[in-house]
């Protein structure tokens, strides 16, 4: 069994390196993370007192009656689990729920009413309080958190003030807003007050304290999210995935994204606000993913020649597109004769999950950066990267299509167990940069075998397109789960994984073969 530390390093190891290239360039952009008041937050919660799950954070909830929720600005999920944390409160039906958010100014509470009451619209409300002018982060998950506050709480209200900019009157903002709250209990004296307000608010001297002070009959819960030290003392944790810890008596941290997912966030937004134009570029962000599962298997992205490692991974990035050049992306994958029903799947899988690789012109398409997704895509990647992109190169198509499946160099069920290794790889990658992923299966699961592999493949090659995928998909990513689960044992190295990213599967049964030998390994390190 491995030991804590082990567990710990595992999962981190290549996160923290991706972590690292970010943090560098956000220091370069914002000389605010180096400010007393948010040193006094990053300092204030290095340990945690025991694990919870979700049953026992809504305990947590409901004996508070406010409640000060972190939020990290940049980051979707930390809005949207507020959205979630006060849906369910409401729904326990035994008090009223009412929400105060920082990103509206208190000035603007009349503009807040009137859509409250349906007077105006979303595009009226998001203009008329200067949300892109005066906040600048995502539209979507601040208004989805509205909305539920509209479809279950009592009421909503801005707790913010000038100056947002000047960290030395950031003080005098914690004082408003714990006024603002006090008088939001006496307007609504039976109710629970959910707060989301920006996360080195939440430090114990801040906010927590000055609202205490407001209020001192009123028992206060502070819930942080993703706290960074917190996140990588859970990583040691025997459990598959943490939810949340208990910090303190009246503190607790849920985690719903990891560290990397949080600051890449955050380098968007600056490299956005820096070009002022209409988009992200999410190119550095695919590139640092890249980089860092490279740095991560071992992999020298300036090898001169093949063998242990890919000749001049360097010169194979990807090129990257985002919404901005949608028009330049379908001319270049016209021109390599992919034809509109691809491009149009394609399309639909970059409209669920935000992002997608394409192999046939080594390009990738983002339209919304969603970690775990783009952890994937970004291992798909590699793995082709490291076989020398076969598809770009020599025309290979091992998608399961039916006019392919039983022709070219490579017949049917080689392109099965191709793509299955694909998906395992990419799976495994997954969680590597991103170990809050699910795990795919239970634990107790038993591990793969050959037979039930070889079952799995004629089952395959008896569908449509459709269902030769989801079965190379599912069971793929069953074997990249039980990769990932040997790796946390320590049965395996990172640099033996190489070896599985680097074979080429263009042999007639190599494939085959080099699936036998991982489930094998696998199995035996079951045993073992």
């Known amino acids: 069994m491995a030991s804590t530390a082990n567990l710990r390093s595992r999962r981190s190891a290549a996160q923290l390196h991706a972590l690292a290239g970010v943090e560098r360039e956000i220091r370069a952009q914002d000389s605010h993370s180096r400010r007393k008041y948010l040193r006094e937050f990053t300092e204030a919660f290095r340990n945690y007192d025991s694990l919870l799950d979700s049953e026992q954070v809504q305990r947590a909830l409901h004996a508070a009656d406010v409640v000060l929720i972190g939020d990290y600005h940049a980051l979707p999920a930390a809005q949207r689990s507020a959205a979630s944390l006060l849906e369910r409160r409401a729904i326990a039906g035994d008090r009223p729920v009412v929400l105060g958010v920082e990103t509206i100014f208190a000035r603007d509470q009349h503009i ?63 004082r408003h807003a714990a006024a603002k709250i006090a008088e939001i209990c006496e307007r609504h004296p039976n109710a629970v007050i959910v707060v989301l307000f920006g996360e080195s608010h939440m430090a114990p001297g801040h906010l927590p304290r000055v609202l205490q002070r407001q209020l001192p009959e009123a028992k206060i819960l502070t819930v942080l999210q993703n706290v960074d030290a917190l996140y990588w003392r859970a990583a040691g944790e025997r459990a598959d995935k943490v939810e949340a810890v208990r910090v303190n008596h009246d503190t607790v941290c849920v985690f719903n994204a990891t560290p990397l997912e949080k600051y890449e966030s955050y380098r968007l937004f600056l490299d956005q606000w820096s070009r002022c134009d209409s988009g992200p570029d999410f190119a550095p962000t695919i590139y640092n993913l890249i980089d860092s599962l490279a740095s991560f298997l071992e992999i020298n992205r300036y090898s001169p020649h093949n063998g242990t490692q890919p000749k001049f991974l360097v010169d194979m990035l990807p090129e990257v597109h985002g919404n901005s050049s949608d028009a330049a992306l379908r001319r270049l994958l016209s021109r390599k004769g992919i034809g509109e029903p691809q491009l149009e799947n394609m399309l639909a899988n970059v409209e669920e999950r935000g992002s997608a690789y394409i192999p046939e012109v080594n390009a990738f398409y983002v339209r919304e950066f969603q970690m775990m997704f783009a952890a994937e895509d970004a291992t798909r990647f590699l793995h082709h990267a490291c076989r020398g992109l076969p598809r770009r190169v020599n025309g290979h198509c091992a998608n399961g299509d039916g006019a392919q499946r039983g022709s070219g160099l490579l017949k049917a069920p080689d392109i099965f167990y191709t793509r ?38 004629q089952s395959a090659l008896r569908g449509d397109k ?63």
Not at 430 to 435: A, C, F, G, T
Not at 473 to 486: A, E, F, K, T
């Open 420 to 457: 299955l290794i694909e998906h395992a790889v990419a799976y495994f990658g997954s969680r590597v940069l991103y170990p809050s992923r699910p795990s795919f299966e239970a634990e107790t699961s038993p591990a793969l075998s050959r037979a039930e592999c070889e079952k799995a493949a």
């Open 112 to 174: 807040l009413d009137e859509w409250w009451r349906r007077e105006i619209d979303e595009t009226e409300l998001r203009q008329r309080i200067r949300f892109d002018l005066d906040w600048g982060y995502d539209w979507a998950p601040f208004y989805e958190l509205l909305v539920t506050a509209r479809d279950h709480a009592e009421g909503v209200y801005g707790l913010d003030c000038m100056p947002r900019e000047n960290l030395r009157k950031i003080a005098a903002r914690d």
């Open 466 to 528: 459709e269902k030769f995928e989801a079965i190379a998909r599912d069971w793929g990513y069953r074997l990249g789960n039980q990769i990932y689960d040997i790796y946390l044992a320590g049965k395996v190295k990172p640099s033996g994984l190489r070896r599985l990213f680097l074979a080429h599967l263009d042999e007639p049964g190599l494939a085959r073969r080099v699936c036998t030998a991982v489930i094998a390994k696998i199995r035996a390190a079951c045993r073992g």
